[in-house]
């Protein structure tokens, strides 16, 4: 992987590959760039594609004191590196589109965004607890990673327990378990929840929010309520899963969004 250095001094990989108008791309919890393999060749035709590890994941350097401030500054600088000063697109999934939405607040050279359901919580979905982010960090702090992991489903993204343990059966979990030390980073991003709407009626970047057809309500709720927050932005429902929409109809819309 290429190496790009953030402002604080942090060191962040990142893959190039493609040909075309740039699109950065990033992902949300649990995840690093490799969320994006199968993506990436369908996209490659058409841009050319960055997708990095945010920091603390991968072959990304960290810090000892997080600040969501900090990871505005390693998009920006992927941006930046990705640009050469000139705008350009990104995408981001989860919280990866919180971080590109506050990035883009910040004022980073970006032309066009994408984002795949922000996870905000609206009015009439359960917020988690005021101590979760101390209870998350007390398990990491004693190494309880799986237990950590579980946590996070379960009382910020809502899982059942049946749920969380199809997740714990499935091929992901040992990379979740490994990831589990940054899901704090993913919950300062969500805050308390609650979308800013004051603050992204400021956005005078070209906008396009996805959503799945088979996502949870909630989500489908936040991905509704961001594409009503920022201005002239559009909201397009794809077909697809739980938070998720596959590879192969993503691609085509994302070509269409940020060529077009």
């Known amino acids: 992987m290429q190496k790009v250095v953030s402002r604080d001094g942090t060191t962040i990989a990142y893959k190039k590959a ?8 990033l992902g949300g919890g649990f995840r690093d760039h490799s969320i994006f393999d199968s993506l990436v060749p ?13 920091r603390g994941r991968g072959q990304s350097g960290d810090s000892p004191h997080y600040a969501i401030a900090r990871e505005v500054e390693d998009l920006t600088a992927v941006i930046e590196e990705a640009g050469g000063g000139e ?7 989860s919280t990866g589109g919180i971080l590109a939405l506050e990035t883009v607040l910040a004022g980073a050279p ?14 009439g979905f359960r917020r988690p607890a005021e101590d979760f982010t101390e209870r998350l960090t007390s398990l990491l702090a004693q190494e309880r990673r799986g237990e950590a992991a579980e946590f996070f489903l379960a009382n910020l993204v809502g899982f059942s327990q049946e749920e969380i343990d199809q997740w714990k059966n499935g091929p992901m979990w040992a990379a979740n378990e490994a990831l589990a030390h940054t899901l704090p980073y993913d919950a300062a991003l969500c805050g308390d929840g609650r979308l800013p709407a004051e603050r992204f009626a400021t956005i005078g970047v070209e906008t396009l ?4 057809d088979h996502t949870g309500g909630w989500l489908a709720a936040a991905a509704e309520a961001t594409a009503a927050a920022v201005p002239g932005s559009r909201l397009q429902i794809l077909p697809g899963v739980w938070h998720k929409v596959p590879p192969e109809v993503l691609a085509p819309a994302l070509v269409e969004f940020v060529t077009g």
């Open 18 to 25: 493609g040909q075309g108008p740039p699109l950065v791309m």
């Open 42 to 54: 369908l996209l490659t035709a058409h841009c050319t594609t960055y997708v990095y590890d945010r």
């Open 87 to 93: 705008p350009v697109a990104v995408f981001g999934g």
């Open 110 to 123: 970006v032309g066009k965004l994408a984002v795949l359901e922000p996870p905000y919580r609206m009015p």
């Open 209 to 212: 929010v996805i959503g799945s």
